[in-house]
C-alpha cells in the first residue's frame, strides 16, 4: 500500500478544465489585441464616435478591458449554468454566447467610424466569441 494519494479524477479534471477556460480567457484578450494591431500598422483610425458621445480613440488598454470583461461573463455565465442546468448548460451557453456576439454588431451600426475601424472591430467580436466558444465549455467524453 503506497503512503501517497493519488491525485482524484475530479481534481485533475476541474484543474484542466480550469487551466482550459483561462487559455480560452487569454486567447481571447490576445487574439483583440492582434487584430488592433493589424489594423494599427494598415493605418486603421480607431476613433469611434456614439451619437451624443465625444469621440473616443479605441487603443490596447480599453482592448484588453472590454474583452477581457466581456471573457469573464460569460466564464462567469457558463458556471452558473452549469450549477443550474447540469446537462444542458453546454447548449444554453453556446446559444447564447451566439446571440451576444451578434448583439455586439449593433453598435458598430450606430457608431461614426471608418470602415477599416468597423471591419477591425467587427473582427475583434468575432474572434472574442470563437476563442471562448471553442475553450470555455466543457468537453464532452
Not at 453546454?90 to 471608418?114: H, K
Request: net charge positive.
Amino acid at each position: 500500500m503506497s503512503a501517497t494519494a493519488e491525485p482524484s479524477v475530479t481534481t485533475t479534471t476541474t484543474t484542466s478544465s480550469l487551466r482550459r477556460r483561462a487559455l480560452g480567457v487569454v486567447a481571447a484578450v490576445l487574439a483583440s489585441l492582434v487584430i488592433w494591431g493589424i489594423g494599427e500598422v494598415a493605418g486603421v483610425d480607431y476613433t469611434v464616435q456614439s451619437p451624443g458621445q465625444p469621440a473616443l480613440v479605441i487603443g490596447p488598454s480599453q482592448i484588453i478591458g472590454i474583452t477581457l470583461g466581456a471573457a469573464l461573463l460569460g466564464w462567469a455565465a457558463l458556471a452558473v449554468l452549469e450549477r443550474v442546468a447540469r446537462r444542458t448548460a453546454t447548449a444554453i451557453w453556446i446559444s447564447l454566447a451566439v446571440l451576444v456576439t451578434l448583439l455586439s454588431f449593433v453598435p458598430l451600426v450606430g457608431t461614426e467610424a471608418t470602415t477599416g475601424a468597423r471591419l477591425a472591430l467587427g473582427a475583434m467580436h468575432v474572434a472574442v466569441a470563437v476563442a471562448l466558444i471553442a475553450l470555455l465549455p466543457a468537453r464532452r467524453r
